[in-house]
C-alpha cells in the first residue's frame, strides 16, 4: 500500500505540530509551505517542502507557491477512474489524502486601526481557497480541514478506522465552503465599501455563529445568534455576561433596543425596554436619579424590563434594582458591591458594554419572505435638522430640554409613535398603533396628572388636527414633529388655539 500523503499550510497554528505529528505516526508524508513548514521543521516533524513536490521555486514573495498542476491533480484526481491514475503515474504525482489549511489573516488584518488599503490587498489568500475548494469538490477521496476545531475527530477516525469516513468527509467539505464563502463575502464587503458602490448588483454577507438559543419569538420556533465578523464593540454582539442565564431570542432583541436608546444621551440616562418599546426613560445627576425617573416613567411597565444605563451601577442603584424583577441590566460596568447585589438573584442577566455614541450608520438588514430589505441606520438627531418653529408661541427653555428628550426618545418608539416627557423622564409613551390619534390617547392617558405642562413628541407628521387638540386638551404645552402634511396649517392653528409651541424639524422617524 502507498504511503499517503497529507498537504498543510496555515495561517492559525494552533495545535498543528501535535497534529501533523500525528499523521506521521500514523504513516502519512506531509508536504508543507513557509511558514508551516518552518514551524513543524522547528519541532523536528518530518517534512516535505512544496518545492520539492512543484519543481518551481516559491516565487513573487511567496505569492505562487501551490497554484500547480503537481498539487491541484494531486487533489482533484479521482482515484476510482482508471485513467486519473494512469494520467497521475505518467506524471509522477502522488494523489492527496488529507489538507489541512487556513487562509490569511484578511479579518484580522482590517481590523487593525492603522491597516492601510495596500496591507489588506496583501492579506488576500489566492493559493489557500484554490487548494480548500479542490479538495471539497473531490472530498469522497480527500480529507479537508480548516478549523483545528476538527483535527481531533479526523486523528479518532484514522487512529480507528485508518481512513476518513465518508460522512466526516462531507461534514468537513460543507464547512470549507461556508468558510471560503465567508472569506470572499469579507474581502467583497471591504472592497465595495472602498470603492463606494452604495448598491452591488449582488449582496454578499457573512456572520458569525455567536450563541445558540434555546428557541425563536416563541418555544416552537428554531433559533441561532449570529454577530458580525468586525461587530462594533458597543453592539449586543459584543457585550459580556457577567452573570444570569443565557439570554434569549426576545432579550437580544429588546437588549438591543435598549442599548440604541441609551446611546442618544450624554447625561445620566437609564432607559427600560419591554418589547422593542421604552416604557421608561430617565435623565439625572447620578445614574441613581436617572433609574428613580425610568422607574418612575411606568413602575407597572418595568416589572420583567431590560435596563440599559450609560454609567456603571453602584450600590445605591442595585439596591434599587434589586427590588424589582428585571430580565437584564446593562451598563458599561457594575461597581463590586453592585455586583455582589444583583448577582444574588440567580437568573438576572448583567452585561457590560461600553455605552458610546455611535457616528457612522451601519447597514440594517430586515428579512421578508423570499428577500431582505437594506437601509442605514436612523442615526439623525436635532443637530440634523433644520428646526423651524409655525406657531404663534416660541417654546421656553424648559420645554425646548424637554422637547429634545422627547425626540430622543420618539425615534426608537414603534409607529405610530407618540412620547410625552417633561425635561427629566417620560412620562407617556403611545406605540405601534394604527393611527396616531391611538397612539397619543395611550401616552396622554399613561401621564395621568403628570401631563400639565409636559410636552410631546411625533415620529412623523399629524395628517390633521386632530392629535393637537386632544394633547392641548390634556395640557400640552409644546409640540415636536417632522411637519411636512398638507394639512400642516390645520394643527398649526388647533397649536395656536391652545397656545403650544410647535417645532417642525423635517426628520421623519419612522420604525416599523
Known amino acids: 500500500m502507498s504511503k499517503k500523503r497529507a498537504l498543510v499550510s496555515v ?16 504513516g502519512f508524508e506531509v508536504v508543507s509551505t513557509g511558514g508551516t513548514k518552518k ?62 489549511v487556513n487562509l490569511y489573516p484578511f479579518k ?12 489588506a490587498i496583501e492579506n488576500i489568500d489566492i493559493g489557500g481557497p484554490s487548494m480548500l475548494r479542490a479538495a471539497a469538490k ?71 455563529r455567536k450563541q445558540g438559543l434555546r428557541y425563536g419569538e416563541n ?25 444570569g442565564k443565557e439570554l434569549s431570542y426576545n432579550n437580544i432583541h429588546d437588549a438591543d433596543a435598549a442599548l440604541a436608546i441609551v446611546k442618544e444621551f450624554t447625561e445620566p440616562a437609564v432607559v427600560a425596554v419591554k418589547h422593542m418599546n421604552p416604557c421608561g426613560v430617565g435623565t439625572g445627576a447620578t445614574i441613581e436619579e436617572a433609574y428613580n425617573r425610568a422607574y418612575e416613567a411606568d413602575s407597572v411597565s418595568i416589572f420583567g424590563g431590560i435596563i440599559a444605563a450609560n454609567r456603571e451601577i453602584d450600590e445605591a442603584t442595585a439596591l434599587k434594582m434589586k427590588e424589582i424583577f428585571l430580565e437584564i441590566i446593562i451598563a458599561p460596568s457594575f461597581s463590586e458591591k ?44 436635532l443637530e440634523d435638522a433644520e428646526l423651524s418653529i409655525p406657531t404663534k408661541r416660541e417654546p421656553t427653555e424648559e420645554e425646548w430640554e424637554a422637547l429634545k428628550l422627547a425626540w430622543k426618545v420618539v425615534k426608537h418608539v414603534k409607529s405610530n409613535a407618540i412620547v410625552v416627557t417633561n425635561g427629566l423622564m417620560t412620562v407617556g409613551v403611545g406605540a405601534g398603533q394604527m393611527n396616531r390619534v391611538g397612539s397619543a390617547d395611550i401616552a396622554i392617558k399613561q401621564a395621568g ?64
Open 219 to 243: 418555544p416552537h420556533q428554531r433559533a441561532t445568534f449570529y454577530q458580525k465578523p468586525l461587530a462594533d464593540s458597543s453592539s449586543i454582539a459584543e457585550a459580556k455576561q457577567l452573570h
Open 449 to 512: 396628572e403628570r401631563i400639565e405642562g409636559a410636552v410631546l413628541g411625533s415620529d412623523a407628521f399629524f395628517p390633521m388636527g386632530d392629535t393637537v387638540e386632544l394633547a392641548g386638551k390634556a395640557g400640552i404645552t409644546a409640540i415636536i414633529q417632522p411637519g411636512g402634511s398638507i394639512r400642516d396649517e390645520e394643527s398649526i392653528e388647533m397649536a395656536n388655539k391652545y397656545n403650544i409651541a410647535m417645532v417642525m424639524t423635517g426628520i421623519r422617524h419612522f420604525k416599523h
Open 338 to 381: 453592585a455586583v455582589e447585589i444583583l448577582t444574588a438573584k440567580k437568573n438576572l442577566r448583567l452585561l457590560t458594554v461600553p455605552v458610546q455614541k455611535q457616528i457612522e450608520p451601519e447597514a440594517m438588514l430586515t428579512s421578508v419572505h423570499g428577500g431582505l430589505l437594506l437601509q442605514d441606520e436612523d442615526l439623525l438627531g
Open 11 to 26: 495561517s492559525n497554528k494552533e495545535g498543528i505540530v501535535e497534529f501533523v505529528q500525528a499523521l506521521v505516526e500514523l
Open 138 to 208: 473531490n472530498h469522497q477521496h480527500v480529507a479537508v480541514v480548516v478549523d483545528p476545531a476538527d483535527y481531533a475527530v479526523v486523528l479518532d477516525e484514522l487512529k480507528q478506522e485508518q481512513a476518513v469516513s465518508v460522512e466526516t468527509k462531507r461534514r468537513l467539505a460543507a464547512k470549507v465552503f461556508r468558510h471560503t464563502a465567508s472569506y470572499d463575502a469579507l474581502i467583497a464587503e471591504y472592497l465595495t465599501k472602498a470603492v463606494g458602490e452604495e448598491e452591488p448588483e449582488s449582496l454578499t454577507v457573512t456572520f458569525e
Open 39 to 100: 514551524a513543524l521543521e522547528a519541532a523536528s516533524v518530518p517534512v516535505i517542502g512544496i518545492s520539492e513536490v512543484t519543481g518551481f521555486p516559491e516565487i513573487l514573495d511567496g505569492r505562487v507557491k501551490t497554484l500547480h498542476p503537481n498539487i491541484h491533480s494531486g487533489l482533484l484526481a479521482m482515484r476510482e477512474r482508471a485513467e486519473h491514475q494512469q494520467q497521475l503515474a505518467e506524471h509522477q504525482i502522488t494523489p492527496i489524502d488529507v489538507v489541512v
Open 108 to 119: 484580522e488584518t482590517i481590523a487593525k486601526p492603522d491597516c492601510t488599503f495596500a496591507d
